[in-house]
C-alpha cells in the first residue's frame, strides 16, 4: 500500500515545472484532449516504472487511477486548468478520493503542481452541496430511471445530471507569484 505523502512525492519528482510548461504550450496551440492523454500517459509511465500497482479508470469514468498501490488504495482523478476552474462533471470531490491538479499557470499564478484530498476542495460549502447531491439524486431515482419513464409515460425522457465545479481560488490551494 502507499500513502498519499508517498504518491505526492512521487508525482512531484516526475512532473516538474518544465513538464507542466511543455503540457501548457501544447494545450495553449488547442489540443487539450492530446494532453489529456499525453499527462494520463505520464502518470501512468511513472507508476509503470516504479512497479506501482493501479487500476486505470475506462474513458467518461471517474476516478483517473484507482487502487493505487493495491486493493483499497488511493483513488486519483488528474484535472488541469488554465484558469480558476476545474470541472469535476458529475463527481463530487469526497475524502476518498485525492486530486491531482496541474495548474499551467496565469499572470497572477504560477504553473504548479496541487496534490489534495477531495474533501479540501468543497471547504465552505459543506452545509449544502451534499443536500444538493442528495436531491439530484432524487431527481434521478424520480424521473430518469427505465421504472420511472413506465410510471409517467410519454415521449420525454430526462436526465438531471450533477455539474461541479471547483473554483480554486475559493480553495485557498493556489500559490501566487
Known sequence: MISPDVLNELLRRYITIDVIEEWKGMKDAGNTQAVERIYIKFIKDIFDSNSITYEKAPSQRPYDFREIGGIGGIKLEVKMTTSNIIMCNNTLP?????????????????????????????VGSEEWIFKYKELIESLINTYALKESREIYGGSVTVRPRPSYSILLKETGLLIEY
Open 94 to 122: 469526497t475524502s476518498s478520493t485525492y486530486y491531482l491538479i496541474i495548474y499551467l499557470g496565469t499572470t497572477k499564478y504560477p504553473p504548479q503542481l496541487i496534490f489534495v484530498r477531495g474533501d479540501r476542495l468543497v
